[in-house]
């Protein structure tokens, strides 16, 4: 059975820090890696990592994959209280045209003025 | 971009209940997924499907049921409601090159 573990569950920072979010897997004959935001309504998509070693940016926050350590990890700097948010991460097995994703829990940020 | 729509944001159900969630996606996805959301548990797969008419159960689809007789929408049935069903539901969407899935607003369902 495919696992996906964040941690910390939960993290509270002040604006202007960096923070650091951390996902492990286990799944089998792994595809991807995907990081979403969620605010109040609907998780919003942010990366989709399948190469180790090749991070991703977007503005002030950042992805990597760690293939040998099944693991990735999401940086978020100088955050801001808009940064606030679920962020879950969940994996894509190879399995065709049918896979689905296993997520983990969420790890729920808040960012204090 | 690509839009999910659920027809309910809030929805008040009597346990015993049927109950329909709609979702509908504009994107000509060949896959579509039922989610739910709960606090310390985060998002469990109910069903999917890859193609019209082509369901496959998820990891808890005791108690819900789902229908797909076009390809831009999925329903979500919970024949009869029960109050452990109270939750938050997601619809998504994604195509077969692994991008996405898309998800929709969600729709907060409480059983009483």
């Known amino acids: 059975e495919d696992k996906v573990v964040q941690s910390p569950l939960s993290l509270v920072v002040h604006e202007g820090d960096t923070v650091t979010l951390n996902c492990s897997y286990e799944v089998t004959n792994f595809r991807s890696l995907l990081w979403y935001k969620q605010e109040k309504k609907a998780p919003t998509f942010l990366f989709m990592l399948?190469?180790?070693?090749i991070e991703k940016k977007s503005g002030r926050l950042s992805s990597i994959l760690d293939k040998k350590e099944l693991s990735s990890i999401l940086n978020i700097t100088a955050t801001q209280t808009g940064d606030s948010a679920i962020y879950l991460c969940a994996v894509r097995p190879h399995t065709g045209a049918n896979s689905k994703l296993t997520f983990g829990k969420g790890i729920t940020l808040s960012v204090r003025p | 971009d690509v839009k999910v729509t659920q027809s309910s944001r809030y929805l008040v159900k009597r346990t015993g209940e049927k109950v329909f969630l709609e979702c509908v996606q504009d994107m000509d996805h060949e896959n579509m997924f039922w989610y739910r959301q709960d606090p310390g548990l985060g998002l469990r797969l109910i069903y999917f499907s890859y193609d019209v008419k082509m369901k496959e159960k998820g990891d808890i689809p005791e108690g819900y049921s789902v229908s797909r007789e076009k390809k831009e929408r999925f329903s979500l049935i919970l024949e009869s409601a029960s109050t452990n069903q109270t939750s938050m539901y997601l619809c998504?969407?994604?195509?077969?090159?692994?991008?996405?899935?898309?998800f929709g607003n969600g729709t907060r369902l409480t059983v009483t």
């Open positions: 399948t190469s180790s070693g």
């Open positions: 998504a969407s994604s195509s077969p090159d692994g991008r996405g899935p898309h």
